[in-house]
């Protein structure tokens, strides 16, 4: 039975939109771990545009479920993660005027600091996950850089406008989830993934955990964090 685990990131957003102390992503990672959630999850970014330093220090000495920071392949987040040794690290790219995660990280190229990093989080024990696109070649590739897990980039599937596309898109999921699994690679997926698109995941058993926030924000907002996150577990927990 897949996981799910809660991205707080936006609860970070909505604070520092008026760049005051409040909502406090601690209170939603606490209130989401109460309501059964497998992990937690924060991107801290280069540009601090919505979980501060202080908030990932706080989550990670407080919440008791799986702590899983996703981080860009820089030398200070690499020393911030050996200091706050998280259950996971989530390698991710980042572009400083995205809107959010755009793709994954690329591995087709030069993949020499990726590679550092990974050997330098997993020698001194923290798992590494790499954000990537469906494509078997990049899932060989995270493979062949020794990271224990993957996490399957599913906003291309939940972004495509119409029944077509969607369908296409899944089907490059699947093919890449069955890549992942024969090379024995831990599998996650996430982005973008709503109330509606999780059900599509149905049957899918090699997948570990779901990794959602935006979604599940947005629901708590109108409903409150502990509905939202039963709603979407229940879903998973159907899968
Ligand atoms: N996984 C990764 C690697 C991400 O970068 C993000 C967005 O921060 C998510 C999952 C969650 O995406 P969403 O907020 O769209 O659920």
Redesign the pocket.
């Known amino acids: 039975m897949a996981g799910l685990a809660v991205?707080v990131?936006?609860i970070a957003t909505l604070r520092q939109a008026r760049g005051v102390t409040y909502p406090e992503p601690l209170a939603a990672a606490v209130i989401a771990e109460l309501a059964g959630a497998d992990g937690t999850v924060v991107?801290l970014r280069e540009d601090r545009r919505h979980i501060q330093d202080s908030d990932v220090r706080k989550i990670r000495n407080t919440v008791k479920n799986r702590f899983i920071l996703?981080m860009a392949v820089t030398p200070e987040m690499e020393a911030i993660a050996l200091e706050v040794r998280p259950d996971l690290v989530?390698l991710?790219p980042e572009k400083r005027e995205e809107v959010?995660?755009e793709g994954g990280l690329d591995l087709s190229g030069n993949v020499d600091s990726v590679l550092k990093t990974v050997q330098t989080l997993q020698d001194s024990g923290i798992p590494v996950s790499i954000?990537i696109d469906p494509e078997p070649d990049q899932i060989r590739r995270a493979h062949e850089i020794g990271a224990t897990a993957v996490?399957i980039h599913t906003g291309a599937f939940c972004d495509a406008p119409d029944i077509t596309g969607k369908k296409a898109a899944f089907v490059r999921i699947r093919k890449s989830v069955d890549v992942a699994y024969d090379l024995g690679l831990i599998i996650n997926a996430?982005?973008?993934?709503c109330y509606n698109t999780v059900k599509w995941f149905a049957g899918m058993n090699e997948i570990n955990e779901f990794?959602?926030?935006?979604?599940i924000v947005s629901r708590a907002a109108l409903v409150g964090m502990d509905r939202a996150v039963r709603d979407m577990l229940r879903l998973i927990k159907e899968l």
């Open positions: 991205n990131d936006h991107h996703e989530t991710v959010t995660t954000f996490e996430g982005h973008g993934l990794s959602i926030g935006h979604s």
